[in-house]
């Protein structure tokens, strides 16, 4: 049986959210971990989970770093307490059946309203009879990823990319350049909400591109090809 390690992201503002999401999962079999930060130095989230404290002035790529250096499971599942869901321990309990049983499983979300990544615009494929949608892109909010692609993002340099702009387009193109797939679960609904971001959106998307320069080749094609095609296909539908 594959191991899952549960990684809620919180921050200040977050940080009562991400306890009340832990405290929902942490009864289940899958060890939860807290990862945050906050502007009071002394603060730490009033938990029986794990906890794991990252820098105030660092972002999300800085603790997406920290969720896969204390990652030791097979599957790794990420979670932005920003977010809400009607039922956390349905969706970590979907994801784990997905990512541990799809034999070319690669990056499994739910469907994320309020994202600039609706299914209009990402989805591929259907899969007949079942809830699940092969996408061009799922958004790092709330996600779990299979050990292949766990290792793959170890090897990659975040030094740079403070904000953690292309962090799942670096997931998605690994997944598809190695015969993996990106899918959306549509029968688990997780709601964001849409806040104007802290900081220039120019300069995220000038850290994305220099930290998408450490893409292999064939994962360059496959962000290439993704890229060019969200919200360009009609979705087709396949029997499973």
Known sequence: MKTLNVFVISWAGQNENAVAIASEISNGPHEVTIVYSDDNPEFKP????????????????????????????????????DC??????????????????MPNGGVWAPIIEGTPWPLTRTELVTLNHTPISIVAQ????????TKPLIE????ANYDKNLHGWGIDWM?????????????????VVV????????????????????????????EFVQYTLLRSHVNRLEPK????
């Open 46 to 81: 009033t938990t029986s989970c794990r906890v794991l404290k990252r820098p105030n002035d660092l972002f999300w790529a800085d603790k997406f770093k920290g969720c896969l250096e204390a990652c030791t499971s097979d599957l790794m599942m990420v979670i932005h307490a």
């Open 84 to 101: 809400t869901c009607k039922d956390w321990s349905e969706l970590v309990a979907r994801g784990y059946e997905a990512a541990s049983t």
């Open 138 to 145: 799922t958004d790092a909010l709330v996600f779990c990823i």
């Open 152 to 155: 793959r993002m170890r090897s």
């Open 171 to 187: 997931l998605i193109s690994h997944a598809y350049a190695t015969g993996r797939l990106a899918v959306v679960d549509r029968s």
């Open 191 to 218: 709601k964001h909400p849409y806040t104007e971001r802290g900081y220039k959106e120019s300069i995220a998307q000038a850290q994305m591109d220099e930290f998408l320069g450490q893409l292999t080749l064939n």
């Open 237 to 240: 539908i396949l029997e499973s």
